[in-house]
């Protein structure tokens, strides 16, 4: 009985390194074999979609859905059944976008239309990124979610000054205007700061006087100003980065992302 038991453990902890991790030969080929799955089956409802092709393969294209949904029902619970912890991977986000994943199939069975659902697979493609293993994109683009996190403060600081100067500068706008010239309310007139600030300028609402004109103008230099801000708050923190990321998945909260030398997880303390 005990060696039934190690044996199924070990079984577990098999699945789990191929199915959770991509630093493996069978754990790449596995989510490489995956990503082509979810590509292919939205290619199948995009096609379907269109009424010249569903008339003409609408049932063919039904069979190949459900072949594709059939396989991400047998993905979707051996991951339950090898994870640690099965409702903390079904309430992760990975976990709630592979039950969306194959939901959708057996709820067309009552609401057909509901079918077209089936798209938010794409979103699994987010494992795009730990899957194909290129380094240069992996290593920066965890990167990137190291250096938004450490600066967050920061960012949160400069869009809290951003809006009081859109705020301020729309008043302005407002007073100098008026509802005459388009501007017929402050928010209005914010609405008219943030496209003149991002330069965007749809031309639907613009200053018609001379004083309106130079306080336009000052917005938008401001905007240039202010838009490098971001860039430079985040690139300062890549200089802080220096080890590279894997795929190495922690068996307790399935935090993924562990760099090589770690030997406990950075959320949860567990050994990896």
Known sequence: MVAQQLSSMDWKRRFYTVIFEADTPAGRFFDLSLIWLIVLSVAVVMLDSIDSIHSNWGEQLMRLEWIFTGVFTLEYCARIWCAPKPFAYMRSFYGIVDFLAVIPTYLALVAPGIHVLIDIRVLRLLRLFRLLKLTAYVAEYASLGRALYA??????????????????????????????????????????????????????????????????????????????????????????????????????????????????????????
């Open 151 to 272: 600066s967050r403060r920061k960012i949160l600081v400069f869009l809290t000054f951003v809006g009081m100067v859109v705020l301020i500068m729309g008043t302005v706008m407002y007073v100098v205007e008026g509802p005459e010239n388009g501007f017929t309310s402050i928010p209005m007139a914010v609405y008219w700061a943030i496209m003149t600030m991002t330069t965007v300028g749809f031309g639907d609402i613009f200053p018609q006087t001379d004083i309106g004109r130079i306080v336009s103008s000052v917005t938008m230099l401001l905007g240039w100003g202010i838009l490098v801000v971001p860039t430079g708050i985040v690139s300062a923190e890549f200089v802080f980065q220096r080890e590279q990321p894997t795929t190495r998945t922690c068996g307790q909260c399935l935090s993924e992302g562990h760099l090589k030398a770690s030997t406990f997880c950075r959320d949860c303390g567990a050994s990896l």
